[in-house]
């Protein structure tokens, strides 16, 4: 019952605000547009539509306004039509006459005045019949009882006197009363529903249009996400190939000519090469299926950054010092990244650097913004190295950068080279 009679009362306060307001839209609405069409062939007339297109925008805003707060409607904003930017002033001017919703602001504050006389007279003439009615009792004794008046019971043959005149007119109260909360809907959507419609209703087709293309932009950016995600799947996976298992697949290779040239010279020794390189192509093959399945080199992943390294640099077909000072856990993302790092540059050193010797460090340092884990791989070899010149350090450095770290190589001709990969870590 309080929800009915808050919604009557917003309903009646929405038909009684609407009439004055019709009143000064239709007057400033049909003074402005007929001065400005009488006057259009001169250079006045063009400024008085748009000062007509603009007051009929204003009040537009506030009807939307009273839609919401009276109705409890939620009323969309259509968009307007705007200038190009650094349109001149002519253009500025003409652009409301080329706005449909400019129109239809101007056609409805001319046809809402008799929607508002409506609404406003039946609002009227129900609350006055309906206080009126009930509370006739209390009044009706001071109308004069005399020949000349003559009360509706009377004419109606009931009879007359104050007794019947009040029983009467408390039932029609009580009848306007029953009937109050249909009467002040009609009422308001009389107004307000050729409002939602001229105001309103191409901003909801504008709001569909937009939620269909927002739909279509999304379908079509999840399938570039998609397509994005698999293309960088395949290129993670050709450089985790690349900078992992290739560095095995360089010494076995280099074990197998050295088994050649020792059957003839030394068969005891080629036979102990042969049995570590099927070893290794073991390794390697466990590795090339950790890979497919989107993992990290099992002996990373079972014994950690430090035994992985210290795997790989004892694989290595050079001497390489290892120095390793970190005394905490890494992420495994930034494990994995050191782990390539220093994988592809031992590649890097077996087939075109020519050393005979090289390093490895591992530390992390503070810097300005927070910590970097700082990897350095050198060698004594012939230098020369650069991403440019393809040789894996291409896709190092786009690894080393998805973990928003900088790939840095220093390798002038004639040596030594210095990689040094920097990657944030807290």
């Known amino acids: 019952m309080k929800i009915d009679l808050r919604t009557t009362v917003l309903h009646s306060v ?3 605000v609407a009439f004055p307001l019709a009143i000064i839209g239709f007057v400033l ?11 259009l062939i001169t250079v006045v007339g063009l400024p008085i539509l748009t000062l007509m297109f603009a007051i009929a925008r204003g009040l537009s805003y506030g009807d939307r306004a009273q839609l919401q707060s009276l109705m409890q409607l939620r009323p969309p904003a259509p968009r307007y039509k705007q200038p190009r930017p650094g349109s001149g002033w002519f253009a500025r001017a003409f652009t409301p006459l080329s706005d449909p919703q400019s129109w239809m602001d101007a056609a409805f504050q001319i046809i809402r005045l008799p929607l508002g006389i409506f609404s406003f007279v039946l609002t009227v003439v129900w609350w006055s019949v309906t206080l009126a009615g009930l509370t006739y009792w209390l009044w009706g004794w001071t109308i004069p009882d005399d020949d000349a008046y003559n009360s509706v019971p009377d004419l109606i043959g009931v009879g007359g006197g104050y007794v019947t005149d009040s029983i009467w007119w408390f039932l029609v109260g009580v009848v306007f009363a029953l009937t109050m909360r249909w009467a002040m809907l009609v009422a308001a959507w009389a107004h307000a529903g050729p409002a939602l419609l001229m105001l309103c209703g191409r901003a909801a087709m504008q709001e569909e249009v937009h939620a269909a293309q927002a739909d279509r932009e999304a379908a079509v950016a999840s399938r570039d996400a998609t397509r994005t995600a698999e293309h960088g799947a395949l290129r993670r996976l050709e450089r985790d190939i690349h900078d992992g298992p290739q560095q095995q697949l360089v010494r076995l290779s280099m074990d197998l000519g050295r088994v050649r040239r020792q059957m003839e010279i030394d068969p005891e020794r080629a036979r102990t090469i042969l049995d570590e390189a099927i070893t290794r192509s073991g390794s390697t093959l466990d590795e090339l299926r950790a890979l497919s399945r989107g993992i990290a080199p099992p002996l990373l992943v079972d014994r950690g950054l430090r035994a992985a390294l210290e795997e790989i640099v004892t ?6 010092y290892l120095e ?17 790092v220093v994988s592809e540059c031992l590649t890097n050193i077996a087939k075109h650097s020519g050393a005979t010797f090289g390093a490895v ?4 340092e503070p810097t300005v913004t927070g910590r970097e884990l700082v990897v350095q791989v050198t060698d004594d070899g012939i230098g020369g190295a650069h991403p440019a010149k393809g040789s894996g350090l291409a896709g190092l450095n786009d690894r080393v950068r998805s973990l928003e770290g900088v790939l840095d190589v220093h390798s002038p001709t004639g040596g030594p080279t210095l990689i040094e990969a920097r990657m944030p870590c807290g």
């Open 14 to 16: 929405y038909s009684l």
């Open 29 to 39: 609405t049909v003074t402005l547009f007929a001065s400005g069409a009488g006057l």
């Open 315 to 320: 694989r290595a077909p050079v001497p390489v």
């Open 324 to 340: 390793f000072e970190l005394d905490e856990e890494l992420p495994e993302h930034l494990e994995t990244g050191a782990y390539f």
């Open 361 to 364: 460090r591992l530390e992390i």
